[in-house]
C-alpha cells in the first residue's frame, strides 16, 4: 500500500463515483420526501438536477437497485422500493462505463499488436470463438462465453500473457452492477451488431492490418457503451 510521505498515514481510498452519485440520489429522495412505490423524476431531469452524466447516473440507479433502495422498470421509471432506505450503497467494484472505458484503451491496442503477431494457430483460434457466438446467438449463456473467449483469444494472439492477464482482470470486473445494467439496456440491435464487429475485427487481424483492427475494436467497444448510456 502506498504511504502518505508527509505522515506515513495510508490515504483513503477515492470513492467510486457511482457511490457518490448514488448516495445523492439517496439524499435527494429524503429531501423531496419521495415515498417508497413512488416515482424519482425521468432519467434526463435527474441527471441535469445533479449535474452528471446519464452513464454515471445509470450506474449508481443500478447500484440503489442492488441495495434495494430502488427498482428500475423498462419503459416505466425508476420507483422507490417498499422498504426503508439503506445506510449505505453496496461496493460492487469499478462501474461498467469504468471498465468499458479501460477495454476501449487497452484492447484497441491488443487488437492492434495481435494483428501484427497473429500466427494461423491465433488467427484460427479468434474464427472459432467467431463462429461460437454466431452458433449460439440465442442461448445467452453459451454467447457471453463465447465473447468472453474471442476477446482472450485476442490477446493470447499478442503472445504477451501478462495482456491475457489484462482482459481477463477486465472481463471478470463485468459484475453484478455490469450485469444489471445489460438487463435493463442491453438491445437486440446490439446483440445483432456485436456479429459483424467481431467479423471485422477477425478480418483486420487475419489481414495484419493493425490500424484496422485497431479502428474495429474500437468501434465496436464505442457501440457498446452508446448503447448502455444513451437515452
Known sequence: MRKNSANGETPAAEPRLYRVVAERVQQMIQDDRIGPGERLPAERELAARLSVSRASLREALIALELGGVVEVRGGSGVYVCEQPL????PETGPGPFEVLAARRMIESEIAAIAAKAATGAAVDAILKAVEQMERHHEDRASNELADRNFHLAIA????????????????????????????????????????????????????????????????????????????
Not at 490500424?211 to 457501440?223: D, I, P, V
Request: proline share 4%.
Open 156 to 231: 493470447r494472439a499478442t503472445g504477451n500473457t501478462a495482456l491475457v492477464g489484462v482482459v481477463e482482470y477486465l472481463w471478470n470486473n463485468r459484475g453484478s452492477l455490469w450485469h444489471k445494467l445489460k438487463e435493463h439496456y442491453q438491445t437486440e440491435e446490439l446483440r445483432l451488431q456485436t456479429l459483424p464487429d467481431h467479423r471485422k475485427i477477425l478480418e483486420a487481424i487475419a489481414a495484419h492490418d493493425p490500424a484496422g483492427a485497431r479502428h474495429a475494436m474500437r468501434s465496436h467497444l464505442e457501440r457498446v457503451t452508446r448503447t448502455f448510456s444513451r437515452g
Open 86 to 89: 439503506p445506510a449505505d450503497v
